[in-house]
């Protein structure tokens, strides 16, 4: 094909679609009036059809099987296949009601996929023409589709910025493949000390961002459309917003309430604002030069400035940017006239006076820049371009040059965005070609090419004090350098769908719940989505440290254990390549068989993961171990499941052999028709660790919270569950056997109907981005003791996997053991990351707060803090009024009254962190179980326990038993009544056991 040279396929019109033949002797192409099929040297017309308006030919597709079959999708909807099963006619179906505008052949040629202007997308029989599947999901057109190698999987890209992956097969979606990142038009950071950045969206939204921890904070949603222009209030209480849909508007930058809104006074997009260093006005520019300034708090018209721009005649003029100086007595605005061609012939900064809109001077600058130019932090210097396109420094009272900061490196040195540091030290530059610089302003030192670039059209700006340079993109990131190393330090992304991903150099990443999955990962012609990477990089907590610097080397000290490339090195996930249940689809009974198939990768079988309704009922780590091979590869594993009555969603993921990829989850629905003949039971397990091993950390009231909570629980759950059970693990009973064979117990006894509550109070601590409790027999040698004596994730989730309850809840009410060495201190971030990866692993919602070591030993009221305001939840947070106490009712009582009693009692903020997963459900009615008044029973115990007794919770009630007391209990007896006893183990009441069953300690 080479030989022949230039190919010109004549006779039908303009080309947009070409395609080769599977064996390569055939080319086809489409233009405007038909389509043509060539040899593949050109020599030979072999085919030649003609068509225009609605017998247009869109798209063509050739079969990959031995019959050669065409298919050609036309303007009208028809679907026209050429020698279909290898004969000599045609056949021709109306396929859809618009142009058909994709189409593609199965591997094996005996399916054709097509796409249609109206969204449609529809499986044919390519020998018969039979319609086999109609496939739901895009709401635009269709613009590509495409079968996977092996035929397993059709992928469909739409002009609604979706990508689904589908079962040809069953005509099943299996998942949207990527979300839309967002462009960024705009970028503003708040004051110097300030942690907010904004960014303008293509999608007409706005977005606030704390650039400290890399986590968005509000979407400004109003305009029409993209946001084109951002500012900050001096005091980052508001922000500006300028947008092509001709508008500006001011926002409440706490809240994301909409102040107010300019409309009618610009009759071109808005793409320049910004606020005086007062805060008392703030101007808005249109493209056509039009400028005005307003009054903020009134909103009224202050005055509109004239521009005046070269050569109105032949030239069109296009304001760019105003930035008022910072004594704010002079505004400057950036504008440029383009000619007839749409060629930049000349671009002006004027400076105007701000109070009488007087013009001052004014610069032409270099003919191709799109940018303002930049007062110094003192307001009396610029940094410009010059008409040679080289970047100066100069006064700003009077215009003149003072220094060269940048010499013109040709066009590539088009200038897109510029940028003052804080302390007026350095100047960034945006260059067209993608690359940012930092200039030093005293000439001191060489630019400093920044590691990375952007697509252009990039605004730059200085944020943190100084510390961060950010620069937007047009593919929809913002990206973030060290202003100090010049080190790239994270990437956000913002995506169509609200959600959001900061993502640092080593791979390390903070994401919005699903966000993690609209980013894709490509390793050769391997694509990997972010979520896959969830258990091993989700790090919030190094987000923030890379935003700072990495002042401890946390970053680096991570990253030379795990990083991105370490994860990718570990070889590919197997592929999950069928689930299904072996009873059938529906079943009588609670249990279903599941067989899934896997296809092994490169990076082997690790953990293997079923879920049920999102709950994890097994994490099998065999990895080979116990899975069967087939003829064609292909690995079986079967287990049974749970069901709760009506449907079920089955879903099963696999790791790679190092466990730090995941596959995509596959899912199947299963349903049980089964009934259950009794109402739910509450089963808890309660944990609680006071006399450590380890004398350094004794606690006081872990014990006692386990036992106040349990009691609690019980109190509530009567009249709303049929049972309430309660399982204590107190002390000595807290180690990893003792847990282990209490779970085994209740796996035995919880059904899926059931709700099941874990609290756990002791020890814990967050290492390397993972949660650990501290049983009573740990002995702290290093860190590897967490891994080998603790409880991690991993037994916790085994453990978990084996109670099918589909309403759960996991309460850890835990000190941290920073008493051990400095290097187990948490943090809040890096808790909470460890907490949502917990939560994840268990699919349960999760609900905790550590404290440290001196306040946990004082409590509150003889409580942790924690377990303390659960107990009062349990009284208050029945906001609905149902008398039911649901979780979410009961986290956000936690949520809100936790922080401030903390203050209130230790003089710092102790905040929960939760993780949402599962079911909604009640955990009981309201009960008051904390004493109205500053009374407190005593710990210390008066009497034993010389015979089991059972407790009973009032003597008008004998048959109100809540629990059997062993002999050897020791008790405080705070009343006695008719030969019974009201007695409270350290400080928790318990209810009254007969006198008798006591003897005084002496």
Not at 266 to 290: L, N, Q, R, Y
Not at 628 to 641: C, F, K, N, T
Not at 757 to 766: D, I, M
Not at 801 to 819: I, N
Request: glycine share 12%.
């Amino acid at each position: 094909f080479a030989k022949a040279g230039p190919v010109h396929f004549d006779r039908i019109g303009l080309v947009y679609r070409i395609a080769f033949s599977p064996d390569g002797t055939k080319v086809g192409a489409i233009g405007q009036t038909g389509m043509g099929l060539w040899s593949a040297d050109c020599q030979r017309v072999l085919l030649k059809v003609s068509g225009e308006g609605e017998d247009r030919v869109e798209s063509v597709a050739f079969s990959p099987a031995a019959d050669q079959a065409i298919a050609t999708g036309t303007a009208d909807g028809r679907l026209v296949l050429l020698n279909p099963g290898g004969g000599s006619g045609s056949l021709e179906l109306s396929a859809h009601e618009d142009a058909v505008l994709a189409v593609a052949f199965g591997p094996d040629g005996r399916t054709v996929a097509t796409g249609a202007a109206d969204g449609t997308l529809r499986l044919w029989d390519a020998r018969t023409g039979e319609a086999l599947h109609e496939l739901d999901g895009h709401e635009d057109a269709i613009l590509s589709v495409a079968f996977s190698p092996d035929g397993r999987s059709l992928a469909t890209a739409s002009r609604d910025s979706t990508v689904f992956l589908w079962d040809p097969e069953s005509g099943r979606m299996l998942r949207e493949v990527a979300g839309n990142a967002v462009g960024v038009a705009g970028l503003a950071f708040g004051a110097r000390d300030s942690q907010l950045m904004a960014s303008g969206q293509m999608d007409g939204t706005a977005r606030l961002w704390n650039a400290r921890s890399g986590t968005q904070l509000l979407t400004l949603e109003g305009h029409a459309g993209p946001v084109l222009s951002v500012a900050f209030s001096p005091e980052s209480r508001a922000v500006l917003t300028g947008s092509a849909d001709r508008t500006a508007r001011l926002w409440d930058a706490r809240t994301g309430r909409q102040l107010r809104a300019i409309e009618g006074h610009h009759e071109t997009p808005v793409v320049a604002v910004d606020f005086s260093p007062d805060g008392k006005v703030m101007a808005t520019g249109s493209v056509d030069g039009t400028v005005w300034l307003w009054d903020v708090a009134s909103g009224s018209k202050l005055r509109k400035l004239a521009i005046p721009f070269l050569d109105p005649e032949r030239t069109v003029p296009r304001l760019k940017d105003i930035e008022f100086s910072p004594n704010g007595k002079t505004v400057a605005v950036t504008g440029a006239s383009i000619g007839s061609n749409f060629v930049f012939t000349s671009a002006t900064h004027f400076v105007f006076d701000a109070g009488s809109g007087a013009l001052e001077y004014s610069y032409t600058i270099h003919a191709r820049s799109k940018t303002d130019l930049a007062f110094g932090p003192d307001g009396q210097k610029l940094a410009v371009v010059t008409d040679t396109g080289s970047v100066v420094l100069a006064d700003a009272g009077t215009g003149r040059e003072l220094r060269q900061l940048m010499q013109p490196e040709g066009d590539s040195s088009r200038i897109d965005g510029i940028a003052f540091a804080p302390d007026g030290g350095a100047v960034a530059v945006g260059l067209a070609d993608g690359s940012t610089r930092l200039l030093n302003v005293r000439g001191e030192r060489e630019p400093h090419v920044l590691e990375g670039q952007v697509v252009t059209d990039g605004e730059v700006a200085f944020g943190l004090g100084g510390r961060i340079i950010a620069r937007g993109s047009a593919d929809g990131t913002v990206r973030l350098w060290n202003a100090r190393t010049g080190g790239e330090a994270a990437q956000f992304v913002s995506f169509a769908d609200g959600s959001w991903v900061a993502l640092t150099p080593e791979g390390f990443f903070n994401a919005s719940e699903g966000a993690a999955r609209n980013l894709h990962l490509s390793n050769g012609l391997e694509t990997l989505s972010l979520d896959q990477f969830h258990d091993a990089l989700y790090r919030p907590d190094l987000v923030r440290e890379a935003l700072a610097g990495d002042p401890d080397g946390k970053v680096a000290a991570a990253a030379a254990r795990l990083d991105l490339g370490k994860a990718v090195a570990s070889g590919l996930p197997p592929e999950v390549v069928g689930l299904r249940s072996l009873d059938g689809e529906s079943v009588a009974g609670d249990v279903a068989t599941m067989s899934v198939d896997i296809e092994p990768r490169d990076g082997g079988i690790g953990r293997v993961e079923w879920r049920v309704n999102g709950i994890v009922q097994g994490a099998d780590s065999r990895g080979l171990g116990g899975l069967a091979a087939s003829d064609d590869g292909i690995l079986r594993r079967e287990r049974q499941v749970l069901l709760s009555p009506g449907e079920n969603v089955v879903s099963v993921t696999v790791y790679n052999e190092a466990n730090l990829i995941a596959s995509t989850p596959l899912e199947t629905t299963v349903h049980s028709s089964w009934r259950s003949v009794s109402p739910p039971s509450l089963h808890v397990l309660a944990a609680g660790v006071n006399d450590y091993w380890d004398g350094r950390l004794q606690l006081n009231y872990a014990v006692s919270d386990a036992r106040a909570l349990g009691s609690a629980l019980r109190k509530a759950g009567r009249g709303l569950y049929e049972d309430v059970k309660i399982t204590y693990l107190l002390d000595e009973e807290v180690t990893r056997d003792g847990l282990s064979a209490a779970f085994d117990r209740l796996a035995g006894e919880i059904r899926p109907q059931d709700a099941f509550v874990l609290f756990l109070a002791g020890h814990g601590t967050t290492h390397d981005g993972r949660y650990f409790f501290l049983p009573r027999d740990f002995r702290y040698a290093g860190e590897d003791a967490l891994k080998d004596t603790a409880i991690s994730q991993e037994l916790l989730q085994g453990w978990l996997a084996g109670v099918p309850a589909q309403k759960s809840l996991l309460l850890f009410d835990t000190c941290e053991s920073g008493s051990l060495t400095r290097e187990l201190t948490t943090r809040s971030l890096e808790e909470k990351a460890a907490i949502a990866r917990l939560s994840r692993a268990v699919g349960r919602t999760t609900l905790t707060a550590s404290t440290d070591t001196a306040p946990a030993l004082e409590g509150h009221r003889q409580h942790g803090l924690f377990t303390y305001v659960l107990l009062e939840a349990l009284a208050a947070s029945d906001t609905d009024g149902d008398d039911q106490v649901e979780i979410t009712e009961l986290i956000g009582y936690v949520d809100e009254r936790l922080p401030a009693l903390s203050e209130a009692v230790f003089g710092y903020r102790q905040v929960p962190q939760h993780r949402s997963q599962g079911s909604v459900f009640p955990i009981g009615r309201p009960v008051t179980v904390l004493p109205e008044t500053e009374e407190l029973i005593p710990r210390t115990p008066t009497h034993v326990v010389i015979a089991g007794t059972d407790v009973i919770e009032s003597l008008g009630d004998l048959q109100s038993v809540l629990e059997t007391v062993a002999p050897g209990t020791t008790v405080r007896v705070a009343e006695q009544a008719d030969g019974w006893s009201l007695v409270a183990v350290q400080g928790v009441r318990l209810g009254w056991i007969r006198t008798a069953s006591l003897a005084e300690l002496r």
